[in-house]
């Protein structure tokens, strides 16, 4: 049987086979400067997923049961792994999609592309094949393959059809709430009003660095530094809110709103040290020692992007090591309420994300990223660890800076 | 709920309604929810003689002749988005006033300007043709054209035909190339 090669709209059916494979691809293979990604949405009959673990992509390369499985490692392809015959009955379709990563952001579109395609195959056997001419296309986001249940067997339709404002859009048609960018602005707390708990959005960012303890290491540009390297750190606003009214009084709670810190200790080249944080007003300086600068106080969390803390990364030569930490000023040390985000933006990188949703009870403190000057190369490593505060994360990294109680104004 | 059919199958409107006089054909599918251009699909009605044809190209009932057989038929206008609940475009028959010589009336649903906006069924979801008796509201058959379309951009969804002194409605679901001209030109219009 030779492969069925489809047009828009057509399908076919699959054979009777335990797996198939999808391979996704695109030519040219390279565009400087654009990122596609792959994506599965395991759907109900309804055309939703049954919950956002149903969505299978670069931030989660699995279907709950392993039987949609993400592979990125396939040359220039992206290919899903799928298990048809274990796959629960719930799931009446996986629509295959691929998508320009910050596609609108970059001004990239399909249309920067000549075609992209899809292969379905049984082993190394192609039984179909979708190619689709791009020339023209405005989306960054598409619709490439429909898997479908029929009749106890398994089709194929291909679509070719998507969305110009790219994953988002795509996202909401198949049911999967996503984390936007940027966040609109905070609604005022109703302190009446008992507090939904909302499903966590599926964060749609890169996020490059997975696990505690990985790293990565830049080498410097041939003539310049590493220019700017931006920590952000933002929380929800809302954390007041819910413990406000009724039960704070009752519970004798403070209803403020938490207030997140972002600091770092640094140690330059020459064995100084000291630290950069709101907290005694220590905000640093950009072109002369530490070269790390804090972008100001926001007690609220209310500032859309938060507080930040920029590294001159071009004077990294004088820079040993910095800890970059955020810590909670004012409140109980509940994480989960202030759902805080650190950012890491190096040039020329993707955005490294840290989430701050893993601690232990009681511990204030996280030390979020170390970076370190590593034989000239810019190396980051994700820490995410929790500390009571901070003389003990101190010890832990053996600064040996002294440690005194301190108030803001 | 009426008699669901699939492609093929036949039901007799009158055994099913008895005392049916007049029904509601609506024809129903999913308007495009991606990005593009947009789906403009266009259901259309044929009055055919025993020979297969139009008896005249005023059988041919569509967006610009919306009314044939002396308003035996009537189709209730164009829907251009395909937004709404419910079907999407409604064909009035009166049974009674249908003339002797209509043996029967195709009811197709075609994809405006499918080829300029490389447009085909296999795009377009749930589509579907039901006979709703007009006395009562209540749906007599229905056909859900689902799997039965691929890349198509013209096709025959249903059959409203005479069967000795009833009236039988037939799932047909066939395709056909090319827009509405060519379908049209099929059951004997003039097209210009």
Known sequence: ?409 | MGVSLSKGGNVSLSKEAPGLTAIDVGLGWDSRVTDGSAFDLDASAFLLSDSGHVRSDADFIFYNNLSGADGAVVHQGDNLTGEGEGDDEVVVVELGKVPADVQKVAFTVTIHEAETRKQNFGQVNNAYIRVVNKADGKEIARYDLSEDYSIETAMIFGELYRHGDEWKFKAIGQGFAGGLAPLAKNFGVNVG
């Not at chain 1, 999808?22 to 565009?31: D, L, M, N, S, Y």
């Not at chain 1, 984390?179 to 109703?190: D, F, L």
């Not at chain 1, 901070?390 to 803001?408: F, I, N, Q």
Request: hydrophobic share 40%; net charge negative.
């Open chain 1, 1 to 409: 049987m030779s492969a069925a090669v489809l047009t828009p709209g057509a399908n076919t059916t699959l054979p009777a086979a335990q797996r198939i494979r999808v391979a996704v691809g695109w030519q040219p293979t390279q565009v400087p400067g654009m990122e596609v990604d792959a994506s599965a949405f395991l759907l109900g009959a309804e055309g939703k997923v049954p919950d956002d673990a149903h969505f299978v992509f670069y931030g989660a390369p699995s279907s709950p049961d392993g039987d949609v499985r993400l592979d990125t490692d396939a040359g220039d392809l992206i290919g899903f792994e799928i298990k048809l015959a274990t796959l629960p009955a719930r799931v009446a379709s996986i629509d295959i999609c691929v998508t320009i990563h910050e596609g609108q952001a970059r001004s990239q579109r399909f249309g920067d592309l000549e075609r992209v395609f899809a292969r379905v195959l049984d082993g190394d056997t192609e039984v179909a094949r979708f190619e689709l001419p791009t020339a023209g296309m405005q989306e960054t986001a598409i619709t490439l393959l429909s898997l479908y249940r029929r009749h106890e067997q398994w089709k194929v339709r291909a679509l070719g059809q998507g969305f110009v404002d790219g994953l988002g859009p795509l996202a909401r048609l198949y049911g999967v709430e996503i984390s936007e960018e940027q966040r609109p602005p905070p609604a005022p707390p109703k302190p009446d009003t008992a507090p939904v708990p909302a499903p966590a959005p599926v964060n749609l960012s890169k996020v490059t660095l997975e696990k505690r303890g990985h790293s990565v290491s830049l080498e410097k540009q041939q003539d310049s530094g590493f220019g700017e390297i931006l920590f952000n750190l933002n929380w929800n606003q809302h954390s007041g809110a819910k413990r406000g009214g009724f039960l704070s009084g009752l519970l004798g709670t403070d209803s403020s709103a938490i207030d997140l810190d972002l600091g770092c200790l640094w140690q330059l080249e020459n064995g100084q040290t000291g630290v950069v944080q709101a907290l005694g007003n220590a905000w640093g300086h950009y072109q002369g020692p530490p070269f790390i600068v804090h972008g100001g106080d926001d007690r609220t969390g209310a500032m859309a992007e938060g507080e930040t803390i920029r590294i001159n990364g071009d004077r990294l030569s004088q820079i040993r090591r910095i800890l970059v930490f955020a810590f909670i000023y004012e409140g109980a040390p509940n994480w989960a309420a202030a759902d805080g985000v650190a950012t890491v933006r190096l040039p020329g990188q993707p955005d490294i994300e840290v989430r701050l949703d893993n601690p232990s009870a009681g511990q204030g403190m996280c030390a979020i990223a170390l970076i370190e000057n590593d034989a000239g190369r810019l190396k980051v490593t994700k820490e995410e660890r929790y500390f009571r505060g901070h003389p003990e994360m101190d010890r832990a990294y053996g600064w040996g800076l002294r440690w005194v109680a301190g108030s803001k104004d």
